[in-house]
């Protein structure tokens, strides 16, 4: 877990697959201690900038700076290790290994990782005690909610500068989402930096300080999350009123 906020800035970011263009030229700012969303309509490129950001997919152009700090050239690894933490829709965790080796796989890229590891693990189990009474079980065997905190404990061991949610809710129960919800507003008062892609609109907006719309590989829109949950476009597009 992270000791103090970081600032992210994408800068006109040309990103996709073969021929294919995803993204054309999209800028944003992630403000320091602030959650941010990104919402946009199937294959917008929401995920698409994600992976960008965080170096799975190296982009045709633009930048993406980390406090100011140019990470464009960087691999996905170096850039993990300065603190850009995807935590991947799906999951995409290891069934066979249990929640404990699970968590302590996030912890990989820290440097001195023993004594931050222990710290992060006290961390992560004040954020989600029933990970703790699961620390021995197998993350193949858990509910989808539990793997979906596990997923999100794996990459706050990693000390995130900045961190990357791909569809928090997807295939979750109300209950369960509001829970990891009641998370990330935690996370937020502590200071994490944070940028929500979430299909689940009313929840991205109501969690989030500031979003962004993204359509056809642009940014369509930006502002306070409350000033875009008001847009008559945004209302009928997204919100069904």
């Known amino acids: 877990m992270t000791d103090q906020t970081h600032t992210l800035e994408v800068v006109e970011l040309v990103s996709g697959y073969g021929e294919v263009t995803v993204l054309d030229g999209v800028s944003l700012t992630l403000g320091a201690g602030r959650l941010t969303a990104l919402i946009g309509a199937n294959g917008a490129g929401k995920t698409t900038l994600l992976r960008s950001i965080a170096g799975s997919l190296r982009p045709r152009s633009g930048r993406v700076l980390l406090d100011g700090v140019d990470l464009s050239r960087l691999p996905a690894y170096a850039r993990a290790r300065r603190g850009l933490t995807l935590v991947p829709e799906g999951?995409?965790?290891?069934?066979s290994m249990t929640v404990l080796?699970?968590?302590?796989?996030?912890?990989?890229?820290l440097d001195g990782r023993g004594r931050r590891a222990r710290k992060n693990l006290e961390g992560v189990f004040a954020l989600?005690?029933?990970l703790q009474e699961r620390i021995g079980q197998r993350a193949g065997t858990l509910s989808g909610g539990e793997q979906q905190m596990v997923a999100l404990a794996r990459g706050l061991m990693a000390s995130p500068a900045v961190l990357l949610f791909d569809e928090l809710s997807l295939g979750l129960s109300p209950t369960v989402t509001l829970d990891l919800a009641a998370s990330l507003q935690k996370l937020k008062r502590a200071g994490q930096t944070m940028?929500?892609?979430?299909?689940?609109?009313?929840?991205a907006l109501a969690l989030a300080d500031y979003a962004y719309v993204l359509s056809c590989g642009k940014i369509w829109m930006h502002g306070p999350s409350a000033d875009i949950a008001g847009r008559d476009e945004i209302r009928r597009a997204f919100l069904g009123i």
């Open 91 to 95: 999951r995409r965790l290891f069934p």
């Open 101 to 109: 080796e699970n968590l302590e796989m996030g912890a990989a890229a």
């Open 128 to 130: 989600f005690p029933r």
């Open 195 to 203: 940028l929500l892609v979430e299909q689940n609109v009313h929840l």
